[in-house]
């Protein structure tokens, strides 16, 4: 089964690393390698919110995630989204901004001769309000989660009393609004609060609309199989077996949370080259192509199921991601350290499922896993 899961990606990394060793030798072969490593430890978290939503969508909608959703992650996010906001930025046209990417100042300086950023610098610069919207959405997706109530806890001493805090009417929207006033005047540059404000408000903004239309659209109350079940309000990750508009707005839920993710990254990956090229392979065919595929992994194994404590693990980490986000605003902050803090606190998470299921051995219920509801054959 692992070969039928990863299968896809090790062919596109043997393809990624071909078209690297021909595009710029061994140097390239190596960064894409890196880049490759870098993108998948950053987002394996994300990998484990993926899988937590997957499980609940319709085969149809898993399908399109894992073919259409790649294609948007691999070539949207990697790709073309840091093209837009060059473009955007500079003012130059589409081929121009591809141009300025393609060929940088050869003395490795921010700007030209005649003052006009390169493609780096202006990516950068427009890291703040990226940052305010990325980290706004990962956070509102972090309080709806640790603000609900839940039979099962894992760092029930503070989990449990921020549930009971949570049924405060709109507290996320509250504690999500503080952080961003707090981001916005102490943190970020004074030439960018306006910028980090509408930013943040509309990371706001697209997470509560994503999350509400998904419950508009979804069905309550039954299941895949019409049996009666009881409701939830926990979000688009609550939702059970999503089909018609209620599947299309998961998927929607899900892009909007790579591209939170996928940025971050893209902008990690310019400390160890600028060349979009080996960016796009090494984040985009290698890393992103991976990430899907352990989503797969994680699903059809029945893991998060199997560790109970792997979702909360993977929350506390998008709410460690969102923080880190909105300090990056105004400091930097070490890609390294990014990543290490998810894999700490989902290693932490998976190590305590371990050791619960050796203390409470429980069956697993098998309507718990997807194997039969999803492909396998996209990697």
């Given amino acids: 089964m692992v070969l039928r899961i990863f299968g896809l990606s090790f062919a596109v990394t043997v393809i990624s690393i071909i078209i690297a060793a021909l595009y710029g030798g061994p140097q390239a072969v190596l960064l894409v390698v890196i880049l490759s490593i870098l993108e998948i430890s950053l987002s394996f978290d994300n990998a484990v919110i993926n899988a937590t939503v997957l499980r609940r969508m319709s085969e149809f909608w898993q399908k399109i995630f894992l073919t259409v ?6 070539f949207g996010m990697r790709l073309v989204f840091p093209l837009v906001i060059v473009w955007l930025a500079s003012g130059l046209g589409p081929v121009a901004a591809l141009d300025l990417a393609l060929n940088p100042p050869a003395d490795g300086a921010a700007y030209f001769p005649d003052g006009s950023a390169s493609y780096e610098t202006l990516l950068t610069d427009a890291h ?16 709806g989660f640790i603000l609900e109530e839940r039979e099962i806890t894992w760092l029930s001493w503070l989990e449990k009393p921020l549930a009971r805090a949570g049924k405060l009417d709109q507290l996320a929207v509250i ?11 102490y943190i970020a540059p004074a ?3 306006s910028t980090v404000m509408i930013a943040g408000v509309l ?16 069905t309550p109350g039954e299941d895949e199989d019409g049996e009666l079940v009881e409701g939830s309000k926990g979000g688009p990750t609550e939702l059970a077996k999503a089909t018609g508009k209620a599947g299309f707005f998961l998927f929607l839920y ?16 310019f400390a160890i ?10 984040l985009g065919f290698v890393g992103a192509m ?19 404590y792997l979702e909360h693990g993977a929350h506390w980490a998008i709410g460690a991601l969102a923080v880190i986000l909105l300090v990056s605003i105004g400091y930097h902050v070490n890609e390294n350290v990014t990543g290490l803090v998810g894999v700490a606190l989902i290693g932490a998470a998976f190590i305590s499922s371990i050791v619960r299921n050796r203390r409470n051995p429980e069956p697993i219920v098998a309507d718990d896993r997807d194997d039969e509801h999803l492909p396998v054959t996209v990697g």
């Fill in 128 to 143: 703040p309000q990226i940052a305010a919207f990325g980290g706004m959405f990962l956070l509102m997706l972090f309080l």
């Fill in 191 to 193: 030439d960018t609060v």
């Fill in 203 to 218: 990371g706001m903004v697209t997470y509560i609309a994503v999350n509400g239309l998904g419950e508009l659209f979804n």
């Fill in 175 to 185: 504690i999500a609004g503080a952080l961003l006033l707090i981001t916005a005047a």
């Fill in 69 to 74: 959703g790649i294609v948007i992650a691999v």
């Fill in 273 to 282: 080259t600028s060349d979009p090229i080996i960016i796009a392979l090494g």
């Fill in 254 to 269: 899900l892009e909007v949370l790579d591209a939170s993710f996928s940025f971050d990254g893209v902008i990690g990956a």
């Fill in 290 to 308: 991976f990430v899907r595929s352990i989503t797969v992994f994680l699903v059809r194994k029945g893991t998060l199921s199997d560790y109970v």
